[in-house]
């Protein structure tokens, strides 16, 4: 496994469309495992492939597993997800306003609308289908991802845009 490098907005391969993944085969797992890696050391709780230069349709996932997030998250608190391919199929009527960061816009953050609720379906990484339903920041989490995969930033949507405090909470997705 290797760290590797989360491009920014200058890069313009963060602005194109994600190509379909066709391969699940050795290369794919190693760009999970490195993207799992990135992820985590950054510290972030979701990772696109575009994010590391691979215009592939995959992202991974993971919220915190402290106590806190356990009580606020139950049992998907820690639970790593990786989707190939991702869609939504179902969106609540409801949409939420919350605060956003990105890995690849480091010290910034902004307001964002997203679904409250969704139902998203996917591939993992042996290419099984599956579907998870998620509510309030894990939507939010896969709602970021999945625009990183049409090449579209947070910033792009954003109600309004800040630079981080030093001491403002710091988890990006």
Same mark, same amino acid.
């Given at each position: 496994?290797?760290?590797?490098?989360?491009?920014?907005?200058?890069?313009?391969? /963060?602005? *194109?469309?994600?190509?379909?993944?066709?391969?699940?085969g050795s290369g794919f797992q190693t760009l999970i495992d490195d993207m799992?890696?990135?992820?985590?050391?950054?510290?972030?709780?979701?990772?696109?492939?575009? =994010?590391?230069?691979m215009p592939q349709r995959m992202f991974v996932a993971r919220l915190p597993?402290?106590?806190?997030?356990?009580?606020?998250?139950?049992? /998907?608190?820690?639970?790593?997800?990786?989707?190939?391919?991702?869609?939504?199929? @179902?969106?609540? @009527?409801? *949409?939420?306003?919350?605060?956003?960061a990105c890995l690849s816009i480091p010290g910034y953050a902004g307001k964002?609308?997203?679904?409250?609720?969704?139902?998203? *379906?996917? =591939?993992?990484?042996?290419?099984?289908?599956?579907?998870?339903?998620?509510?309030?920041?894990?939507?939010?989490?896969? =709602?970021?991802?999945?625009?990183? /995969?049409?090449?579209? /930033?947070?910033?792009?949507?954003?109600?309004?845009?800040?630079?981080?405090?030093?001491?403002?909470? =710091?988890?990006?997705?």
């Open positions: 496994m290797a760290i590797r490098t989360i491009i920014t907005p200058e890069n313009p391969l /963060l602005r *194109k469309r994600a190509l379909r993944v066709t391969d699940f799992v890696e990135t992820m985590l050391d950054a510290p972030g709780v979701g990772l696109a492939a575009p =994010q590391v230069a597993d402290d106590e806190e997030a356990k009580k606020e998250y139950g049992k /998907l608190a820690g639970v790593l997800f990786v989707f190939a391919n991702p869609e939504l199929i @179902k969106v609540s @009527k409801e *949409k939420v306003e919350g605060v956003e964002v609308d997203r679904y409250e609720r969704i139902v998203i *379906k996917g =591939q993992d990484r042996h290419g099984k289908e599956f579907r998870v339903k998620a509510d309030g920041w894990l939507a939010r989490v896969f =709602q970021h991802e999945l625009d990183h /995969l049409d090449g579209r /930033l947070y910033i792009d949507i954003a109600k309004e845009v800040w630079e981080q405090k030093p001491d403002e909470e =710091q988890v990006a997705e």
